[in-house]
């Protein structure tokens, strides 16, 4: 069964940085590329960020892109988001979503980031 844990979340100032972390189990994390998506309140899912399965390849949405890092440890079958500049529409729930070979989507509970003075 394919298991995700994000953490790291929290509240944090405009300008402020946050690392998120996402605990993968029940599949060969190493042989998957891994997405980072968030929630904010009221809207639907937007994509933030993608991996592939070697950490070699990254992609970013505009709205993050130079200012969130995504990243991974195979070793330790970790997701990696490290978050820097942060500003109030940054605010979300951030998920770790893995496909698997079927087109299955999984996601964790999520990670809730407030960015508020």
């Known amino acids: 069964e394919v298991q995700l844990v994000e953490s790291g979340g929290g509240l944090v100032r405009p300008g402020g940085s946050l690392t998120l972390s996402c605990a993968a189990s029940g599949f060969t994390f190493s042989s998957y590329a891994m997405n980072w998506v968030r929630q904010a309140p009221g809207k639907g899912i937007e994509w933030v960020s993608t991996?592939?399965?070697?950490?070699?390849?990254?992609d970013y949405a505009g709205s993050v892109k130079g200012r969130f890092t995504i990243s991974r440890d195979n070793a330790k079958n970790t997701l990696f988001l490290q978050m820097n500049s942060l500003k109030p529409e940054d605010t979300a729930v951030y998920y770790c979503q893995h496909i698997d070979k079927w087109g299955g989507w999984h996601r964790g509970q999520g990670t809730q980031v407030t960015v508020s003075s």
């Open positions: 991996i592939n399965s070697g950490g070699g390849a990254t």
